[in-house]
């Protein structure tokens, strides 16, 4: 376990630019910048030219967002992320367990947030409809299910060769497998994301999804 602490000056995420790398990233408004890579918070909104040249292999962003501390790996720099000076009014402590995993990111506009991660458990694959529920694909656990249901049907044998096709493609797509069906479900691919603990996962993509439907309700 390690603690993190935070305190001074941070910088609120005021404006996203549409399609630009920021709001690849993942970003949304209202986010608190704790850490922005080599940089103080408040470099980004003295000298914005300097979320362009953010690089994801040593400026991993530090996030507040909600009651949620995570990382986002800034691929291609930040650039369209309209800051604004946001003192910290206490200093805050964050616990880590262990090393931070890794997800990929996916947003559906106005809707909700899906976090992958970016290694799939083996138990995961001999039970993919399962598998494919727990990251909330229902189309693809609905195709699952119809195909098992075809081959329960019409013998054990069939039924045994649409398990185990199931079962290798979840096993040799992983989280590429996963990440795909999340497209076809409406989910748009942003930023690679860490959390330091479990139950942030959960807790990042519940408090997400409320301030997008937050937004849309106000456009």
Not at 24 to 46: Q, S
Not at 189 to 195: D, F, K, L, S
Request: proline residues 6%; negative net charge.
């Amino acid at each position: 376990m390690s603690i993190e602490t935070f305190s001074g000056m941070a910088a609120r995420v005021r404006d996203i630019q549409r399609q630009s790398p920021a709001d690849y990233l993942g970003l949304i408004v209202g986010d608190i910048i704790l850490r922005l890579g080599r940089h103080e918070p408040i470099e980004g909104v003295e000298t914005p030219s300097i979320l362009d040249d953010l690089s994801s292999s040593s400026d991993w962003l530090v996030v507040l967002r909600d009651t949620v501390i995570f990382r986002v790996a800034p691929t291609g720099g930040a650039a369209g992320a309209v800051l604004e000076p946001h003192p910290l009014t206490e200093e805050i402590v964050h616990e880590t367990e262990g090393t931070w995993k890794g997800y990929y990111c996916s947003i559906r506009p106005g809707d909700a947030m899906l976090l992958i991660p970016e290694s799939i458990s083996v138990v995961w694959w001999f039970i993919p409809v399962i598998a494919y529920g727990h990251f909330r694909l229902w189309q693809m656990m609905g195709a699952n299910l119809f195909l098992y249901g075809i081959g329960y049907v019409t013998s054990p044998l069939a039924f045994a060769v649409v398990y185990l096709s199931s079962v290798m493609i979840l096993a040799s797509g992983g989280p590429y497998m996963l990440r795909e069906t999340a497209i076809k479900d409406g989910f748009l691919p942003r930023g690679r994301v860490a959390v330091g603990k479990p139950s942030d996962v959960a807790a990042l993509e519940l408090a997400t999804g409320a301030l997008l439907r937050l937004a849309s309700q106000k456009k």
